[in-house]
């Protein structure tokens, strides 16, 4: 039986800024469960229902032609803003970022509904897409979120939070912010579409692809030293995490699983499954996050929509 997916999309103007190149090349490599990875936020509901084909809880239509309404493109949107209190910070160095969402009185909000164990998910990825991180921040009881992130890329980034303020008749929310990440600058090229990603010894698989306006399904195999790999453990919920940003505007799909743990008929790997809907042609990067012995990896995907998934090398 299959959950019901989720997807949100939303694109974001990012502005130009000076850094250093740094490549994910096949993948970026393991984090301790718990720091960084993806989990799964709420979006906006109406935004889901469109997306879902009218439906926020069930399948997608194959032969669905409405591509996902674009979110997220403000910083504010429906009385709420998100503020970036370190808007800049330094190439290579660990810090601290924090910011807050603030009310339409300039109000830090201090209660949100809970989604997959969080309050609050929060994504930052480069202009380039060669760096991604999915932070879990954590909140002063002033409303201030704070996160640890390493940023060893310079240039343009944007950051995103995803949430759902615990107010009556609120609606969840995904809002975008510009990040500056200072040094010298060298953008890095797209890696190019491959089927076949490695990461911390691990090589996963990706079949399917993303379809332009249609939902299609995507399929990733997780193997470790040439053998299957059949004990994944949950993550946040799931077996597998799948967050889709597309060149050039980071447009975001966030999309959930097909299946969950318990359900009585979702396997512990090798394989996870998603259907999702490309909101238009174009390149997108994927990044899958799975947990294995204890930590969270993620193997990240370039796939070009409309065209099938690449050859395996």
């Known amino acids: 039986m299959n959950t019901g997916l989720k997807i949100t999309a939303f694109a974001a103007a990012v502005a130009a800024t000076f850094g250093t190149a740094y490549g994910v090349g096949k993948g970026v490599g393991p984090v301790a469960a718990g720091e960084q990875s993806a989990g799964h936020g709420r979006h906006g509901e109406a935004r889901e229902k469109e997306a879902a084909g009218g439906s926020g809880h069930g399948g997608h239509s194959g032969n669905q032609t409405a591509s996902p309404a674009a979110g997220g493109l403000q910083i504010s949107e429906s009385g709420y803003t998100l503020a970036l209190e370190t808007p800049r910070v330094a190439a290579g160095d660990r810090t601290r970022l924090r910011f807050s969402i603030q009310d339409e009185n300039g109000r830090k909000v201090t209660a949100y ?3 997959h164990g969080k309050e609050l998910h929060f994504i930052v990825a480069s ?5 991604y991180r999915h932070l879990h921040p954590t909140r002063a009881a002033d409303g201030t979120w704070s996160a640890s992130a390493d940023l060893p890329a310079a240039g343009a980034y944007r950051a995103f939070a995803d949430f759902k303020p615990a107010k009556k008749g609120a609606e969840a929310l995904t809002l975008g912010a510009d990040l500056a990440v200072s040094g010298t600058y060298a953008p890095a090229g797209l890696p190019a579409p491959a089927a076949t990603a490695e990461v911390d010894g691990y090589e996963v698989t990706l079949t399917g692809g993303l379809r332009p306006g249609k939902s299609g399904e995507l ?3 997780v193997a470790k030293d040439g053998k299957p790999v059949t004990d994944l453990q949950p993550y946040l919920g799931a077996y597998g995490h799948l967050v889709a940003l597309r060149s050039g505007d980071l447009a975001y799909l966030h999309v959930h699983p097909n299946g969950e743990p318990g359900d009585g008929a979702t396997e512990p790997g090798p394989e996870v499954s998603f259907t999702a809907t490309a909101p238009s042609s174009g390149t997108y990067r994927l990044f899958l996050d799975f947990q294995h012995d204890g ?6 995907f370039t796939v070009e929509a409309g065209k099938g998934t690449p050859h395996a090398h």
Do not use: F, M, S, Y
Request: charged share 40%.
């Open 127 to 131: 202009r380039d897409l060669t760096v």
């Open 295 to 300: 930590k969270v990896r993620t193997a990240a």
């Open 113 to 115: 509904e809970r989604e």
């Open 219 to 221: 399929q990733l195999n």
